[in-house]
T-cell receptor
């Protein structure tokens, strides 16, 4: 059964304090890993796609990396506006269009 | 310009009622989805349509029926609402070949009393 596990569930950082979020997955034949950001009361917003181990993608203060078993979302010198829930997802073994989401990491960046 | 829109944003109704949620996308995508996000924030796929054809139908009660009148619209009709149906429902869309890059609507918070 496909599984996506994210840790920690919640993370509080001071502004400027860098850290990483983890997404570990169990899926047969990885066909990509996707990161989303979700703000309270809004729908998830697509951030990154990673396809192969060793791949990295960057956007502003965020950098996503991928290994054969997990992905990390590194946040460098975060700002309060980076506060959100970060979700990762993988296509299911059965259908590439069906995403299995993790439960997310709720990030709070304090000023 | 709203890419994926849903109406209504909030829906409060009583058990046993029938309700519909509408979704429209103006991105030119050919695949649309309905997700349910429960109180623990787990996002779970319910249905997916590609070019008006149902391609994913997860194990949801048959009280839930999606309808896609055209590629830009995917509506969700729910019969005989139950307390457990209370959740946030998200519509999303993507290009056929880019299933992981999905664009979500703002969500509809359904409360069944």
């Amino acid at each position: 059964e496909d599984q996506v596990t994210q840790s920690p569930e919640a993370l509080r950082l001071q502004e400027g304090e860098s850290s990483s979020l983890n997404c570990s997955y169990t899926v047969s034949g990885l066909r990509g890993l996707f990161w989303y950001r979700q703000d309270p009361g809004k729908g998830p917003e697509f951030l990154f796609t990673l396809y192969s181990a060793g791949e990295e993608k960057e956007k502003e203060r965020l950098k996503a990396t991928l290994t054969k078993k997990e992905s990390f979302l590194h946040i460098t010198a975060p700002k309060p506006e980076d506060s959100a829930t970060y979700l990762c997802a993988v296509p299911s073994s059965g259908s590439a269009r069906q995403l299995t989401f993790g439960s997310g990491t709720q990030l709070t960046v304090l000023p | 310009d709203t890419a994926v829109s849903q109406t209504p944003k909030y829906l409060v109704t009583q058990m046993g009622n029938d309700k519909s949620i509408k979704c429209e996308q103006n991105l030119g995508h050919d695949t649309m989805y309905w997700y349910k996000q429960d109180s623990k924030k787990f996002l779970k796929i319910m249905f997916s349509y590609n070019n008006k054809e149902l391609i994913i139908n997860e194990t949801v009660p048959n009280r839930f029926s999606p309808k896609s009148p055209d590629k830009a619209h995917l509506n969700l009709h729910i019969n005989s609402l139950e307390l457990g149906d209370s959740a946030v429902y998200f519509c999303a869309s993507s290009l056929q070949g880019a299933g992981g890059e999905q664009y979500f609507g703002p969500g509809t918070r359904l409360t069944v009393t």
